[in-house]
C-alpha cells in the first residue's frame, strides 16, 4: 500500500517510524515531513490547503491510505474534501470528517455533547464575545481556582488555570474583549475546576468498535514540578502506574462507549483515533477534553509500546472491521523528553545549529518535531525541536536511556524539563 501522513512534528514522525516496519507498506510520503524521516520515508512539499496539488499528488502517486496527524486539517474538512472528491473517495482516510472533528475543533460542542450523552466531565458555562459582562460575574459568583477554555483550536495553548480572582477577569478581557486566541477564543467555557492526577487514553475507532491504545501522561507545563505556562507538550510516559484494570473498566463502561453510542445516535460517522484526556478525581474518571487524532508528545511514548502492525489496525478501521479489544502491547515502559528552543512556548528563535542528533544510543528512538537543514547542518526550525523516547524493562530504565540521549544532543539555549516520569497529583488524597 502507498500511504501519505499529513504532517510535520513528532507525533507524524512517530507514525512513520511505524507503519515503515508494515509489510503491508509500499511506499510512505509524508507532508510535508522533516529531516529525520531520511531513509523512512519521502517527505513532499505539499500543502493540505491546496486542494489541486492534494488531488494531483495522491492521483499520481496512487495513495491507498491517508493518516492525517495534526487536528487543523480534520477541523477544516480534509477529510470532507476526501469523501467528496470523485478522484479521492476511493482512499481510505484515517481521521473524522468535519462535523465529528467539532469534538476537539469546539470546546462548546463537546461539553454540550458530553451533557447530552451523561458522560462525566467537569461543570460549565459557555460565554460569547458579547457576553462579557455575564462572563465576568459568572466567574465572581463562585471561589477559584479559575479553568478558562478558548473554544476553538489554540496550538494546546487555549488553557488558562488561575487561582486568583482578579486574574481571571482579567483573562477574560484577552480573551473575550480582545481576541487573544483569535477566533478561538470568540467564545470561552468557564469550567469546573477538577483535581486529580491526568492520563490520556487512545483508540483506533470505525465509529462503532474500537481497539483500545496503550495509555499514556503528559507534561504541559513548561516548568519541572508543573509549573509555568501550558506548552503543546514537554514529556510523556507509558504506562501510567494509576491506570489500573478497574480504572480502564470505567474508562470503557462510561466514557469510550458512551462516546461511540452517541455519535450513532446522532448519526454522526467517525473512524481514526479519538484522545480522550482525562482526570482520574475522587469519583472517578472525568472527560476534560477530546482529541479527534493522537496526542503529541503522546504518541511518541505510545507506538514504540504497540506489538502489532498499525498500518493493519487503520486499514481495518476504515473498512468499518474492527473488533473491540486492547491492542498488543510490549511489556516495556517509554519515557518522551521534549528538548524546546529557548523561549518556547513565548517567542523563540529558529535556525539554532543542532549537535549530537545523529549519534544513537542504546534503548531509545529520536523524533524529530521542529527541525529544518540549513546548508547541510541540522538546525532548529520550531518551539519543540526534538523528542527522544527511552524504552526499558522498568520505568526508570526507559527514564535514563531517554535523558542520556537528551544530553547528547545540544543547540544554544536547549530546554529540557528534568522531571518526566514524576507522577503528580498521585495518589489521590481522600
Not at 495553548?157 to 474583549?177: F, H, N, P
Not at 489496525?313 to 529557548?342: C, F, M, W, Y
Request: one cysteine or more; a negative charge.
Amino acid at each position: 500500500m502507498n500511504v501519505l501522513i499529513v504532517g510535520s512534528g513528532g507525533r507524524e514522525s512517530a507514525f512513520a517510524w511505524s507503519i515503515a516496519q508494515s509489510p503491508l507498506l509500499s511506499n510512505l510520503f509524508v507532508a510535508p515531513g522533516n529531516p529525520g524521516l531520511a531513509g523512512l520515508a519521502s517527505c513532499v512539499d505539499l500543502d493540505w490547503r491546496d486542494r489541486e496539488a492534494v488531488v494531483h499528488f495522491c492521483v499520481r502517486e496512487d495513495i491507498h491510505i491517508v493518516v492525517v496527524g495534526p487536528e487543523e486539517p480534520l477541523v477544516y474538512g480534509l477529510g470532507d474534501f476526501f469523501a467528496e472528491h470523485p478522484n479521492l473517495q476511493h482512499i481510505h482516510f484515517i481521521g473524522p470528517k468535519a462535523e465529528a472533528a467539532q469534538l476537539e475543533g469546539s470546546k462548546d460542542f463537546a461539553k454540550a455533547f458530553m451533557m447530552r450523552h451523561d458522560i462525566p466531565t467537569a461543570g460549565y458555562r459557555s460565554f460569547g464575545a458579547d457576553e462579557l459582562e455575564a462572563a465576568k460575574m459568572y466567574v465572581l459568583s463562585y471561589d477559584g481556582p479559575y479553568v478558562l477554555k478558548a473554544d476553538g483550536l489554540a496550538a494546546g495553548k487555549g488553557v488558562v488555570i488561575l487561582d486568583d480572582v482578579v486574574d481571571a477577569l482579567k483573562e477574560l478581557d484577552a480573551m473575550l474583549g480582545e481576541g487573544k486566541f483569535g477566533d478561538a477564543s470568540k467564545r470561552v467555557v468557564v469550567e469546573e475546576h477538577l483535581t486529580g492526577p491526568e492520563f490520556s487514553v487512545f483508540v483506533v475507532t470505525d465509529g462503532e468498535r474500537y481497539v483500545l491504545l496503550p495509555q499514556a501522561t503528559d507534561y504541559k507545563r513548561v516548568g519541572e514540578g508543573q509549573t509555568g505556562p501550558n506548552t503543546g507538550g514537554m514529556g510523556a510516559i507509558s504506562p501510567v502506574p494509576f491506570v489500573t484494570p478497574e480504572v480502564l473498566g470505567r474508562v470503557h463502561a462510561e466514557i469510550i462507549q458512551p462516546t461511540l453510542d452517541g455519535l450513532q445516535e446522532e448519526e454522526i460517522p467517525y473512524c481514526g483515533f479519538i484522545f480522550f484526556g482525562l482526570m482520574l478525581t475522587a469519583d472517578g474518571p472525568k472527560v476534560i477534553e477530546y482529541n479527534v487524532r493522537m496526542g503529541d508528545p503522546e504518541t511518541e511514548a505510545v507506538l514504540p509500546r504497540i506489538d502489532e502492525d498499525l498500518l493493519s489496525l487503520l486499514i481495518d478501521a476504515a473498512r468499518g472491521q474492527v473488533n473491540t479489544r486492547p491492542a498488543a502491547v510490549k511489556r516495556e515502559s517509554a519515557v518522551t523528553v521534549v528538548l524546546t528552543a529557548p523561549g518556547y512556548p513565548g517567542a523563540y528563535p529558529k535556525g539554532l545549529e543542532v549537535s549530537g542528533a545523529d549519534v544513537p544510543s542504546e534503548g531509545s528512538l529520536l523524533f524529530h518535531s521542529g527541525t529544518a537543514l540549513r546548508d547541510g547542518s541540522l538546525v532548529t526550525n520550531g518551539g519543540r525541536v526534538l523528542a527522544v523516547t527511552g524504552l526499558g524493562s522498568t520505568p526508570e530504565e526507559a527514564k535514563q536511556r531517554a535523558y542520556a540521549r537528551v544530553d547528547q544532543i545540544s543547540f544554544e539555549g536547549k530546554q529540557v524539563r528534568r522531571d518526566i516520569g514524576t507522577i503528580y497529583g498521585w495518589p489521590l488524597k481522600s
